[in-house]
């Protein structure tokens, strides 16, 4: 019988989770640390929160270690209740069958309810995507930090028109006398497998993803793929993917590429999209083992690229948080 507490999940959502856990810890340890004075407040929305820990079968069948974990809700939680200015949690736990969500929403409650320091800043709701994000945009001040998780079930249910509005949503913060732009930081579970088997027999997919109309890629995919080998339909996928991106983030993206617990195939690419050097740096050293590549993208020739060696050279460790 299924436990309504976990999500029950393949081996390989143990690396996704601690792609997620890494980029967290920064803010907590680091950005949010108390011994700094002027840390910004914080709010990190959830879009796809479900009960909010994760349940493997193949861990105990296999033996590879815990088979319970948190998600990226608990992560969250974990993350804003030992940051020293959390602002606000935002939740949505969304299941197309009504019985389904009702309990996955009120699982997710009771697992966030420990988290003392967050009880007043909590908000949850449970709705289809495009729904979800009209209702966490005005909850969000653009001009503070935000962490948007973007981690779906199935492609088609992350349009692009959905990252466009976060991307979009932006302010602005003082520093060195003049305004910065603040863009949110997200990290997205780009579902490449799912995309490439998609490519062919129903292209509309891809288009729905990356925001173009066919036309605008599939003629060069087919150049690209067909005509030369140049790459494959993952790589071609992710290509294209990242300079859609390109057109928000100065800095390319990391990009974490995750294996199928058999370690055949890649299954999917998480993907942190931040302009901070903070983030990249952090990120880079904090690189995980499990992960079959862990690497800032540069998707095309004049992506910047943070060389962390001359980085700390010039401004030392603890500068480079000064960003945020």
Known sequence: MENSHYEMVKYHSRQKHKFIECYLKIWTDNVGNKKKSGVP????????????WAECEETKRYGMGDDKWEGSAVLAARCLDNYSFPRS?????????????EAQLATLKKNIWPFKRLRNKVEYESLPIEDAVQW???KVNPCYPSIWILDPYTPDQLPWHVIEAIGNHRGTYPKGGRLVERKPEI???LMTSSLQRNIEINPRIISDAVGLKESEWLPEYQETIKGHGEM???QYILKLFAERLSEYYKKPPIVAEIQSTAQTNIVYCMLLCTDHDAGHYMMKLQGIPELKNWEIYQWRGTAERITTKKKLEKKGQKDL???Y
């Not at 407040?41 to 909010?52: F, P, Q, T, V, W």
């Not at 949690?89 to 969500?101: A, G, Q």
């Open 232 to 234: 494959n339909a993952r």
């Open 187 to 189: 990290i997205i579970n």
């Open 321 to 323: 948080f000064d960003f």
């Open 136 to 138: 966490a945009l005005p």
């Open 89 to 101: 949690l935002i939740l949505n736990s969304y299941h197309p069958d009504p019985d389904k969500r």
């Open 41 to 52: 407040s914080l709010d990190i929305i959830d879009l796809y929160a479900a009960s909010g």
